[in-house]
C-alpha cells in the first residue's frame, strides 16, 4: 500500500459501527479521494439508528448519511451487480469495508459474493487492490476467527475497531478518531486524528 489511493470503494455494512463509517468518509472525502459508496440494507438500518439519521428511503438516508460526512460520493446499490466496482477494468485504487459484519467477512472468505459490498471485496483480492475490514464484533466465534484469517491470507488487511488508551481520551470521539486514523494510516493516508506513541521519555 505504498501509494497513497486516489479512489475509493467504501462499504458499509449491517455491523455496529456508524460512528466509524462517518469519520472515515469525512475524512476520504478531505483528502480528495475520489469515493464510491455502497450500504447494504442492514447497514442503512444501523445506519439511521446509530446516527439518528432521517428519511424514509434509501436515496434520503444516504444522502442524509453523506451530509453528515461532508462528502460527495457515486452511490450504488447493493444488489447493483452492473456497477463499475463489479468489474476490475474499472475498479477504483482501493477497498475498504467500515464496519464490516461477520457475515460479511465470512461471505468474502469463500468466494460467495451475493451483493456489490462482497463483490467489490472479491474484485480487490483478485486484482491485488489494497482491501481493508473493519469486522465490529464481540465475542469471536472459531468461524469468525477463521474466516478472518482466510480473508487475511488472501490479501486483506483486518483492522478491528480496538481503540487505545494511551492517547489519553476524553471522549468517545476520541476513540472513533483513533480507529479511523489507524484505517488511514493501513491506506497509506498521512492521519493526525492521533498523535502516534512516541515511547518514553529519554
Known amino acids: 500500500m505504498a501509494k497513497t489511493p486516489q479512489s475509493m470503494f467504501v462499504g458499509i455494512t449491517g455491523a455496529s459501527g456508524a460512528p466509524y463509517a462517518v469519520r ?10 475520489r469515493l464510491t459508496l455502497c450500504i447494504s440494507d442492514a447497514g442503512l438500518s444501523v445506519l439511521r439508528h446509530e446516527l439518528d439519521l432521517e428519511g424514509a428511503t434509501r436515496e434520503r438516508l444516504t444522502a442524509a448519511f453523506l451530509a ?4 460527495a460520493a457515486e452511490v450504488y446499490a447493493p444488489d447493483d451487480m452492473e456497477s463499475p466496482p463489479a468489474s476490475g477494468s474499472s475498479f477504483p485504487d482501493a477497498a475498504v469495508i467500515c464496519p464490516c459484519s461477520l457475515a460479511t467477512a465470512a461471505t468474502i472468505a469463500v468466494g460467495a459474493g451475493r451483493n456489490l459490498i462482497h463483490r467489490a471485496a472479491d474484485v480487490a483480492l483478485k486484482e491485488g487492490r489494497p482491501l481493508v475490514l473493519v469486522p465490529r464484533e464481540m465475542p469471536l466465534s472459531q468461524i469468525h476467527l477463521r474466516r478472518l484469517l482466510e480473508v487475511s491470507r488472501a490479501g486483506a488487511v483486518i483492522v478491528p475497531p480496538m481503540p487505545a ?12 478518531d483513533y480507529v479511523v486514523g489507524k484505517v488511514l494510516a493501513v491506506l497509506g493516508f498521512p492521519q493526525d486524528l492521533f498523535e502516534p506513541y512516541r515511547g518514553k521519555p529519554a
Not at 68 to 71: C, F, H, Q, S, V
Not at 166 to 176: G, I, N, R, W
Request: aromatic share 8%; hydrophobic share 50%; charged share 10%.
Open 165 to 176: 488508551f494511551y492517547t489519553h481520551p476524553q471522549s468517545v470521539a476520541d476513540l472513533v
Open 68 to 71: 453528515r460526512a461532508g462528502a
Open 24 to 33: 472515515l468518509v469525512e475524512q476520504l472525502a478531505g483528502a480528495g479521494v
